[in-house]
């Protein structure tokens, strides 16, 4: 069952600047070999359910080893007939604008 899962998670006990503590995810994220992109906001993942929560819960785990408290938002989108949407869900939005988007 392949999804696509956006994945925002930080520690809130750390003060402004997060930005080492989402690399430490990212570095989950992309020695899975799952297919991902990273936007300015969350990390978009796709796979099989199974395969793309377990990196969600090895994301949480890296982080709560030194983390007192930690925040995740998550969107998950099931579609059974389709595949590879990272790519094919902007070159549908592109397609009805008629033109490039930036992403």
Same mark, same amino acid.
């Given at each position: 069952?392949?999804v696509?899962?956006e994945?925002?998670m930080?520690p809130?006990?750390k003060g402004?600047?997060?930005s080492?503590?989402v690399?430490r995810?990212l570095?989950? =994220?992309d020695a899975?070999?799952?297919?991902y992109r990273? $936007?300015?906001?969350? %990390?978009? #993942?796709?796979g099989?359910?199974?395969? !793309?929560?377990?990196?969600v819960k090895?994301?949480?785990?890296?982080?709560?080893?030194?983390?007192?408290?930690?925040?995740?938002g =998550?969107?998950?989108?099931?579609?059974?007939?389709?595949? $590879?949407?990272?790519? %094919?869900? #902007?070159?549908s939005?592109?397609q009805? !604008?008629?033109r490039k988007l930036?992403t």
């Amino acid at each position: 069952m392949a999804v696509l899962l956006e994945l925002s998670m930080w520690p809130m006990d750390k003060g402004d600047s997060v930005s080492a503590y989402v690399a430490r995810c990212l570095e989950v =994220i992309d020695a899975s070999g799952l297919d991902y992109r990273l $936007g300015p906001m969350g %990390t978009c #993942i796709e796979g099989d359910y199974d395969e !793309v929560m377990d990196v969600v819960k090895q994301c949480f785990e890296h982080l709560a080893v030194d983390c007192e408290r930690v925040t995740a938002g =998550i969107k998950l989108d099931y579609r059974k007939d389709r595949a $590879g949407r990272l790519r %094919t869900k #902007i070159d549908s939005v592109e397609q009805r !604008v008629g033109r490039k988007l930036k992403t």
